[in-house]
């Protein structure tokens, strides 16, 4: 097995995803909204 | 934009590691039966570029890649002439954002369903789907519909993400995995070209007919016609994909020294 993986931490995969999810969402968040302008 | 660019680059740069020769997950058991278009061998990087392999899939991911790209730059300005009035300018940004969404999405989801059904058959998806969407698209505007319109669009943008997530499984389905990496940096030179080519086509023949008194509204409609064909062509490569041929594979020998070096 590979050994690569010995120093992550719940609290870094929580911090690695944090930092992509976050913006991830908002911008996800974002586009919905304006693209429900296509149906009204 | 692009100081939010390098910090995202560096840090994924400093966390990405390359897995040790041979890991595999926790649990994964490989298939008992080898499939055909899987090899466990490894093809040298320049060899590859021998295989008739190669470059069908060059043709497969260029063509997939155009498709995708022209209608992506054209959406915007494509939808507002296809449904005048009723699409706003606002309303465009709307579908594109909606576009890079699919775009985004297609990338996990068909990867995800080329490990279940296979590459060669995503790919087939790619196409069959891909040609019959473009051919919808001018139809959903004579009907004025939008939501046809816009679904027929976003599910083509999935497929254009799809074929780009899918790509480096497709290599080293092929190739092996010693040499992948470098295989798909000569492979992306086909989205390169992709990336020239589907906008100047969509642009090129969308101000050829408008210029030649076509309403802008059936200007879009030979540009789909045309993209269908692309994916036709694109069937056609993907068809002819096979195993590489024996000769092409790094004898036991030289895996052994590459490996030891």
Not at chain 2, 152 to 171: D, K
Not at chain 2, 211 to 240: Q, R
Request: with cysteine.
């Amino acid at each position: 097995m590979n050994d690569t993986n010995q120093g992550t931490t719940t609290l870094h995969l929580v911090l690695a995803w944090g930092f992509v999810g976050i913006p991830l969402a908002w911008g996800i968040y974002k586009t919905l909204v304006s693209a429900l302008k296509l149906f009204q | 934009m692009g100081l939010i660019y390098f910090c995202f680059m560096m840090v994924g740069a400093a966390i990405v590691r390359i897995p040790a020769a041979g890991w595999l997950p926790a649990g994964y058991v490989p298939p008992a039966q080898p499939k055909k278009l899987i090899t466990n061998r490894n093809v040298y990087v320049y060899e590859a570029l021998k295989t008739p392999q190669f470059w069908l899939i060059w043709c497969v991911l260029c063509l997939n890649v155009t498709a995708g790209i022209g209608v992506l730059g054209q959406a915007s300005a494509m939808s507002q002439e296809m449904f005048p009035g009723r699409i706003t300018a606002v309303a465009a940004s709307g579908l594109v954002g909606l576009m890079s969404l699919f775009n985004m999405g297609g990338r996990f989801f068909w990867a995800s369903t080329s490990d279940l059904i296979g590459r060669k058959n995503t790919y087939f998806c790619f196409f069959a789907l891909g040609t019959l969407l473009y051919a919808i698209v001018p139809t959903a505007g004579d009907m004025g519909s939008i939501p046809l319109f816009v679904l027929c669009f976003v599910i083509i943008l999935s497929m254009y993400g799809g074929g780009f997530a899918t790509i480096p499984a497709y290599l080293r389905d092929m190739f092996g995995t010693r040499y992948v990496g470098a295989i798909h940096g000569l492979l992306i030179t086909s989205w390169s070209v992709a990336g020239i080519l589907g906008p100047v086509l969509v642009n090129y023949i969308r101000e050829y007919n408008i210029s030649h008194g076509v309403p802008k509204a059936d200007a879009c409609n030979i540009t789909m016609y045309l993209m269908a064909g692309l994916l036709v062509v694109g069937f056609f490569c993907n068809l002819f994909i096979r195993p590489v041929d024996d000769r092409h594979h790094m004898t036991k020998e030289a895996e052994a020294l590459g490996a030891a070096e």
